[in-house]
């Protein structure tokens, strides 16, 4: 099934939207009451690979402080916090296929997830144009979709965003209603397809957490027409 809605991927990785003012330190909270979340994203844009995670008590993210820690790779990841949002991330300048998150708690219990990149997507070279009476039939290129995967186009331009996914196992294509593309994105934009994949982590707390991993083509012109 097809939907149009946008895309609310945090890689916050989390299917659910958080809202928090305050951030805590995870020292002070029950240790198997965190939720540990995962993402390793790729953008080939930038030919940049970023490994990030987050921890959450409930609704409010955590800091970890000693002996508590997180890696990946044996990397450090360096800690960021917007509006008592917090997470930890590393970019590598280049594709990462895969790597093994570790986080330790505040008890020295030891959590390891290791996370691999989907298949490689990209747009077809041929589509140049997308017509608002006619809507399009994308295939793109690379593996059909697997289990737990989703495939999303991405439109952007001065009007707005515009955004389909599919999750389809065995799909080949994404096709884009004529009636869903804002009249507001006529003109030139940019487009790029991205192809994810959510899965449970294979250790955790018994809160549990969220693995989710992601490619994303280069931006694209095109030219969107009536």
Same mark, same amino acid.
């Given at each position: ?16 939207? $958080? ?27 930038? #030919? ?16 970890? #402080? ?27 300048? @280049? ?5 093994t998150f570790v986080y330790t708690n505040n008890d020295g219990e030891v959590y390891e997830n290791t996370l691999s990149l989907p298949a490689d997507i990209d747009l077809p070279a041929s589509l140049t ?10 295939? $793109? ?60 982590? @294979? ?7 969220? @693995?989710h991993a992601q490619v994303t083509s280069e931006t694209y012109a095109v030219n969107v027409v009536e």
């Amino acid at each position: 099934m097809i939907s149009t809605r946008p895309l609310l991927i945090a890689l916050l990785m989390s299917s659910v939207i $958080w809202i928090s003012c305050e951030s805590e330190d995870a020292a002070d909270v029950n240790q198997q009451r965190i939720e540990t979340n995962y993402t390793l994203s790729y953008q080939a844009g930038d #030919n940049k690979t970023t490994a990030s995670a987050s921890f959450l008590f409930g609704s409010t993210f955590l800091k970890i #402080n000693s002996p508590g820690s997180i890696t990946f790779d044996g990397d450090r990841l360096k800690e960021t916090e917007i509006l008592g949002i917090v997470d930890y991330q590393k970019s590598y300048s @280049a594709k990462v296929a895969g790597g093994t998150f570790v986080y330790t708690n505040n008890d020295g219990e030891v959590y390891e997830n290791t996370l691999s990149l989907p298949a490689d997507i990209d747009l077809p070279a041929s589509l140049t144009e997308l017509s608002i009476a006619e809507g399009a039939k994308i295939a $793109w290129e690379g593996a059909p979709l697997k289990s737990g995967e989703t495939i999303t186009f991405h439109l952007s331009g001065d009007g707005g965003d515009f955004y389909a996914s599919i999750s389809l196992v065995n799909a080949t294509f994404i096709e884009i209603d004529s009636a869903d593309i804002q009249a507001t994105l006529l003109g030139q934009c940019g487009m790029s397809i991205s192809r994810s994949f959510t899965g449970s982590l @294979a250790e955790a707390t018994e809160e549990g957490g969220v @693995a989710h991993a992601q490619v994303t083509s280069e931006t694209y012109a095109v030219n969107v027409v009536e």
